[in-house]
Nanobody, 119 residues
Framework: QVQLVESGGGLAQPGGSLRLSCAASGSIFSIYVMGWYRQAPGKQRELVARINSDRSTNYADSVKGRFTISRDNAKNTAYLQMNSLKPEDTAVYYC?????????????WGQGTQVTVSS
């Protein structure tokens, strides 16, 4: 069974930084796309950043210039470096992976990690 485990969430002050990690484990043959989504209370889940197998990236307009997504293929891990944090970044952040595993090619989600930005 494939699992995605996030870490690095917590409390930060406005203007501060956090670094999220997402490690994929299990019987994995290839990871095509990894991304980060977030969902604030009363809001729909939205794409924050995405990184493809060719390392091209996509970002939500609200985080461009502040967040950076990266991946370490040897570790099956994606990262989200979050700088210049704002209170509106407060949300549960979810890792997502489009990958080929023992069950075929599927989309997987992590359990989520809370990020709170408050002074």
């Amino acid at each position: 069974q494939v699992q995605l485990v996030e870490s690095g969430g917590g409390l930060a002050q406005p203007g501060g930084s956090l670094r999220l990690s997402c490690a994929a484990s299990g019987s994995i043959f290839s990871i095509y796309v990894m991304g980060w989504y977030r969902q604030a209370p009363g809001k729909q889940r939205e794409l924050v950043a995405r990184i493809n197998s060719d390392r091209s990236t996509n970002y939500a307009d609200s985080v461009k210039g502040r967040f950076t997504i990266s991946r370490d293929n040897a570790k099956n891990t994606a990262y989200l470096q979050m700088n210049s944090l704002k209170p509106e970044d407060t949300a549960v952040y979810y890792c997502n992976a489009d990958l080929w595993g023992v069950a075929g090619r599927h989309d997987y989600w992590g359990q989520g990690t809370q990020v709170t930005v408050s002074s």
